[in-house]
């Protein structure tokens, strides 16, 4: 007994030896060399797995991407069916790995308000007259149901006897809402389309556009391919109504959608009115989209308007900065200039959409908000976001021009 205990004893004194001297016996490479094809086989599944959930997010963003179009195509129903399917089996961390040429997590993930609050208004059995609302679209529930429903709805109510119908010339809006929300919204040919086939006699178009600019020039150019198709055909003004040759030239249009936008951000912000906001060194700035059509005469108009109307705190920018004096930039020294040190911005849209939302009021560096913020002029920015058509005195104006063009089929 006593033999055996002494020579396990030296056994272990001389693994001992052998370790501190260097030399390592066979037995311990082993184990050292498991260890290691261990950590490697880790590592290789850590990089496999890694590159499953960039392939599986990349699929994703090439799916989001196909339908991210301003052309509706025989497999957009199917496409944008299997762009959802595909992100619904992707994981949160993949999901977060979806980035393409216009995809990206928000596509799918961003939470914009209950789609199920809408209305397509895409219902067959129309009858004979039917008032089509045609707008540009946006990918936002809330302001959809807000500002483009309320204008359908208030039309629905004034005029009864006229089944009101949607479309959006914005397929890539279309296709997003559709692949996102599973709701199926008409563009145009679509909407012309069902009127036809519906019977429908009398055809008046609103569109909630807020200028005769490109998108109207466009929807024009689509109706004329369908004049044949009904006994009469009215189109309705724009919110501005006509443009006029230069900046000097205004109307009653542009005079109502200015008390009525003035108004409400007054409101909001908490002022009883434009003069009693500018007193508490307020200032204004409305922000439109901007274009590079003739129409962009428009916002100089606009801001002639408030001139007019003894707004010296009221300012009209675009995101475009189309005409130039409607830059970001060139507001900011307007404002600066002027002396006023508390900033509201507020949308001159109908729609407070991904504009309001991100050009205007987001948090990147290159948002008017962060823009008027890091030029140091200003003690505050606040941003309201609210689109022109949640307001009933825009609402109204919708009304009236709709009774117009209405007025005018009996001429």
């Not at 016996?25 to 490697?40: L, M, R």
């Not at 009127?195 to 024009?220: C, F, I, R, S, W």
């Not at 434009?274 to 100089?300: C, I, L, N, Q, R």
């Not at 409607?326 to 507001?331: G, S």
Request: aromatic content about 6%; proline content about 2%; overall charge negative.
């Amino acid at each position: 007994m006593r033999n055996k205990t002494f020579r396990a004893l030296a056994l272990g004194l001389s693994a001992t030896t052998f370790m501190m001297m260097g030399t390592v016996p066979a037995f311990a490479e082993e184990e050292t060399a498991v260890e290691a094809e261990a950590e490697t086989e880790e590592t290789d599944a850590a990089e496999e797995g890694a590159d499953a959930d960039q392939a599986a997010a990349d699929n994703v963003a090439a799916l989001i991407d196909k339908i991210y179009v301003q052309e509706r195509t025989e497999t957009t129903d199917d496409d944008c069916k299997a762009a959802k399917e595909a992100w619904d089996a992707l994981t949160d961390a993949q999901k977060e790995l979806v980035e393409g040429e216009e995809a990206s997590p928000d596509y799918f993930g961003l939470d914009t308000g209950d789609a199920s609050a809408d209305d397509a208004l895409n219902q067959d059995e129309i009858g004979e007259n039917e008032l089509l609302v045609v707008s540009f679209g946006t990918s936002y529930n809330g302001s959809r149901v807000e500002d483009i429903k309320g204008i359908e709805d208030a039309l629905k109510e004034a005029y009864p006897d006229w089944s009101v119908r949607r479309a959006f010339t914005a397929q890539i809006i279309i296709n997003h809402v559709q692949a996102r929300d599973g709701e199926a919204i008409d563009n145009m040919q679509q909407a012309l389309d069902r009127a036809a086939a519906n019977g429908v006699k009398n055809l008046v178009v609103q569109p909630t556009h807020l200028m005769h600019g490109a998108e109207y020039d466009e929807m024009t150019e689509a109706l004329e391919e369908y004049q044949e198709q009904f006994e009469s055909i009215a189109v309705a003004e724009p919110l501005l109504g006509e443009v006029g040759d230069d900046a000097t030239v205004i109307n009653a249009d542009k005079e109502a959608v200015a008390k009525a936008v003035t108004d409400a951000a007054v409101a909001d912000a908490g002022y009883e009115s434009m003069e009693k906001a500018a007193e508490d060194g307020v200032a204004f700035v409305f922000m439109g989209h901007g274009t590079s059509h003739t129409a962009k005469v428009s916002y100089s108009q606009m801001q002639t308007q408030m001139d007019e109307l003894g707004f010296a705190n009221a300012f009209i920018g675009t995101v475009e900065g189309e005409p130039e004096d409607t830059a970001c930039e060139a507001v900011i020294d307007k404002v600066k200039e002027a002396g006023y040190k508390k900033v509201v911005l507020r949308p001159l849209m109908v729609v407070a959409g991904d504009h309001a939302n991100n050009d205007m009021a987001g948090e990147e560096e290159d948002s008017w908000k962060s823009m008027f913020e890091a030029s140091g002029n200003f003690d505050s920015v606040d941003a309201q976001i609210a689109g022109l058509g949640s307001i009933d005195a825009v609402k109204q104006l919708y009304v009236d021009h709709t009774k117009a063009a209405i007025d005018s089929l009996a001429e």
